[in-house]
């Protein structure tokens, strides 16, 4: 009796080396449960470097000491490692872009590909969150590698994403299914060529209305604006065309010609289109904006008119990757390039006003801090730097170099704390705090106008008398 009781014990057994199909596992509830109780155990390891994310104090633990930094000036500006976003499916993919939610800052958009044709594959997307740094809450696989991402202003739930194909896709992070809304593949117009940078941009249609256009940005040298209200639909904003610079002349100074390319004419160009690597949009006209090239030029645009610049910016003598408005002074810009430098502009003027090198690398990213008028950060290969402009203009404020050595690809600050993310080409975002970096100005505007005056001053050139 006992025998068969021990028997009948055994046949309801579950082998754990084989799949089970129990229908509770796939209950709903359970994965929400277990996505609670994996962020509370999380929480227990990360809960200090949390705390310092958020500016808050920190719970002390007697059974576990702060961990403390041997060798290291804890009066001297530097980056602190809080964690790294990273999982096995991304591992050495290039982070490409990382786009910060614009209703929760905890959320964090990466995407995954490759900066070449023999570097492309499969593409990937990650949404990490605050909450759990361990594991991704949303993983998105797209047909080839991302190159832009952008998440909407007015709906910030949805999340566009250019990829090396020329394909943009869509998709709602809300949504627990992982797959895209929609697709540009059978779009009328659609890009050809890898999409550098795809952003949404609100216009103003009557006073207190806004909507929200889809912009991109190709190799294929078009600009496009997107609706998405019936799928994908483009309209063509500009053919950025080749800049002819007359024989004889330079290219950097003066104001170059904005002419087609005559390819009869004895010309080994093989295209009249200048690949285009970037924009930005003016924040007092979201009509006008300004797009880097291939060629080392940046451009500044109308939506209004298709076929001419309204300015050409010449300086850079390589491509110009990145292009960045001030956040607090309108007429001011950065732009980053494989020249090795940045560029400190103002709209008004057409040649550079300072140009910071602290290497002999190619610059792969800027951003300006949105705490700091005076404060951006740039990456290249094997360093992270960090610029002052308000301490120093000839010298970064701080430059750290991650032990990996590897190539950082993509910066972003955060919105919401004094911390920057940084990407790299193992496709890990390493999450830094800012220590002892001098506070900011309380004139903000002030304190940025005074550097783009002292430095027009220095390339005699002055913008204002």
């Known amino acids: 009796h006992s025998s068969s009781m021990g028997k009948s014990k055994e046949e309801p057994g579950v082998d754990p080396t084989k799949p089970n199909d129990h ?24 809960q200090p470097k949390q705390a310092l994310y958020r500016n808050l104090p920190i719970i002390p633990d007697s059974e576990r000491p702060a961990p403390s930094i041997p060798g290291l000036d804890i009066h001297s500006p530097h980056l602190e490692k ?16 990382i786009a910060l939610n614009p209703a929760n ?72 299914e992982h797959d895209f809304l929609l697709d540009s593949r059978d779009a009328l117009y659609k890009h050809s060529a890898p999409v550098w940078q795809v952003s949404w941009i609100v216009k103003e249609r009557l006073v207190g209305e806004k909507s929200e256009v889809l912009m991109s940005v190709s190799v294929d040298g078009r600009v496009l604006q997107w609706s998405i209200r019936k799928g994908f639909e483009s309209m063509q904003l500009m053919k950025l065309k080749r800049v002819v610079v007359p024989k004889g002349e330079k290219k950097a100074p ?34 006008i904006y300004l797009v ?12 209004s008119y298709n076929e001419q610049f309204l300015e050409t910016y ?6 110009v990757y990145r292009v960045k408005w001030s956040p607090f002074v309108p007429d001011v810009f950065l732009s980053c390039s494989a020249d090795w430098t940045v560029k400190l502009w103002h709209q008004d003027h057409t040649s550079p006003l300072h140009s910071f090198q602290a290497s ?50 993509a910066i972003q ?31 903000q505007v002030d304190a940025l106008m005074n550097v783009v005056n002292t430095s027009s001053k220095l390339t005699m050139n002055p913008l204002f008398t």
């Open 82 to 97: 809080l964690w790294s976003y990273s999982c096995a499916a991304t591992r050495s993919r290039s982070v490409t872009a």
């Open 254 to 287: 003066g104001k170059p010609k904005q002419t087609q390319v005559d390819s009869g004419q004895g010309g080994a160009l093989i295209s009249q289109h200048s690949p285009g690597m970037g924009f930005d949009f003016w924040a007092n006209d979201s009509n």
């Open 413 to 443: 600050f955060s919105n919401n704390s004094n911390v920057v993310l940084v990407g790299d080409e193992l496709g890990e975002v390493t999450v830094y705090l800012l220590k002892n970096i001098p506070r900011p100005s309380d004139h």
């Open 292 to 303: 880097c090239t291939e060629e080392g030029y940046i451009h500044k645009c109308s939506c």
């Open 105 to 176: 800052s905890d959320i964090v958009a990466v995407g995954y590909g490759g900066f070449s044709a023999r570097t492309q594959g499969l593409g990937y997307i990650c949404c990490w969150s605050l909450k759990n740094p361990e594991s991704p809450e949303r993983v998105y696989h797209a047909p080839s590698g991302v190159t832009s991402l952008s998440f909407s202003q007015i709906h910030p739930n949805l999340l566009a994403a250019g990829l090396y194909n020329g394909t943009l896709m869509l998709y709602n992070i809300r949504s627990t």
């Open 360 to 409: 002999q690398k190619a610059v792969n990213d800027i951003c300006w801090s949105p705490m700091d008028s005076t404060l951006f950060g740039c990456v290249s290969e094997g360093r992270i730097e960090i610029w002052g402009m308000g301490h120093s203009i000839l010298d970064p404020l701080l430059i750290h170099k991650p032990q990996n050595g590897k190539k950082q690809t």
């Open 314 to 319: 010449p300086g850079h003598t390589g491509p």
């Open 23 to 46: 229908p509770i596992l796939k209950l709903d509830a359970l994965k929400d449960s277990l996505l609670i109780m994996e962020r509370a155990v999380t929480h227990n390891v990360y």
